[in-house]
C-alpha cells in the first residue's frame, strides 16, 4: 500500500512560485495515476492536476494549465506540482492522492499541505 506525504507548502506573495511534493512510501507509483487537489475554506475540494505514472501523460483543470505543472520524479517516487505566478485564490490545503490507472476513484490521500498566498 502506497502512503502519501506532501511537502513544500507555506506562505508565499501574490506573483510567487511555490513547489509542492508528494511522497510515495511502501511501494512505487508505477501504474498509479498520482494527483493534486485542493480544498480552499468554506469551498469543495477541487481537482487540480493529474499525471499518469507509466507515461508521464498529465491533465489540468482549467484554472492550473497556464500557471501550474505537475511532473514526476523516478528516482525520489515523488510528484511535484510547481506553481507559479500564485494568486489569493489559490490559498487552499493541497492534497496529493494517488489511483491505480484501472480504478476510477482515488482511494489513497496525503493529509495535505498548506499553501497561503497573502501580501
Known amino acids: 500500500q502506497v502512503q502519501l506525504v506532501e511537502s513544500g507548502g507555506g506562505t508565499v506573495q501574490p506573483g510567487d512560485s511555490l513547489r509542492l511534493s508528494c511522497a510515495g512510501s511502501g511501494r512505487t507509483f508505477s501504474n498509479y495515476v498520482v494527483a493534486w487537489f485542493r480544498q480552499a475554506p468554506g469551498k469543495e475540494r477541487e481537482f487540480v492536476a493529474a499525471i499518469l505514472w507509466s507515461s508521464s501523460s498529465t491533465s489540468y483543470s482549467d484554472f492550473a494549465k497556464s500557471r501550474f505543472t505537475i511532473s514526476r520524479d523516478n528516482r525520489k517516487n515523488t510528484a511535484d506540482l510547481h506553481m507559479s505566478s500564485l494568486k489569493p485564490e489559490d490559498t487552499a490545503t493541497y492534497y496529493c492522492?494517488?489511483?491505480?490507472?484501472?480504478?476510477?476513484?482515488?482511494?489513497?490521500w496525503g493529509r495535505g499541505t498548506q499553501v497561503t498566498v497573502s501580501s
Open positions: 492522492a494517488a489511483r491505480h490507472f484501472t480504478q476510477n476513484e482515488y482511494n489513497l
